[in-house]
């Protein structure tokens, strides 16, 4: 079993910065981020897997930086550049093995709660 807790969410202006955090207890395969803006689907934001090779949705390349910590067990989501479509409610998620491709959510068994991100023009 996994478990995920997501902190760092909060409301900024546009061209803010904000850093997200996950603890994630357990083994994983590879950790991703994922948003849901109101009205839509979600999507992914970036994606790690434990050999550290990162993917992005083209959205938020050269913005946003993914990372792990594995002593603290914390991914973390480094936003940068921020903008008003960036507001969701961002998810962390997990996966225990190689099932897909790392942008279809039903891929990943483990989620965390959320945390929400609004950022004002």
């Known amino acids: 079993q996994v478990q995920l807790i997501e902190s760092g969410g909060d409301s900024v202006q546009a061209g803010g910065s904000l850093r997200l955090s996950c603890v994630a207890s357990?083994?994983?395969?590879?950790m991703g981020w994922f948003r849901q803006a109101p009205g839509k689907e979600r999507e992914g934001v970036a994606h790690?897997?434990?050999?550290?090779?990162?993917q992005y949705a083209d959205a938020v390349k050269g913005r946003f930086t993914i990372s792990k910590d594995n002593a603290k067990e914390t991914l973390y989501l480094q936003m940068n550049s921020l903008k008003p479509e960036d507001t969701a409610v961002y998810y962390c998620?997990?996966?225990?093995?190689?099932?897909?491709?790392?942008?279809?959510?039903?891929?990943?068994?483990?989620w965390g709660q959320g945390t929400q991100v609004t950022v004002s023009s």
């Open positions: 998620a997990a996966r225990l093995r190689y099932n897909g491709v790392w942008t279809d959510v039903g891929n990943f068994p483990y």
């Open positions: 790690l897997y434990s050999s550290s090779s990162t």
């Open positions: 357990g083994y994983t395969y590879s």
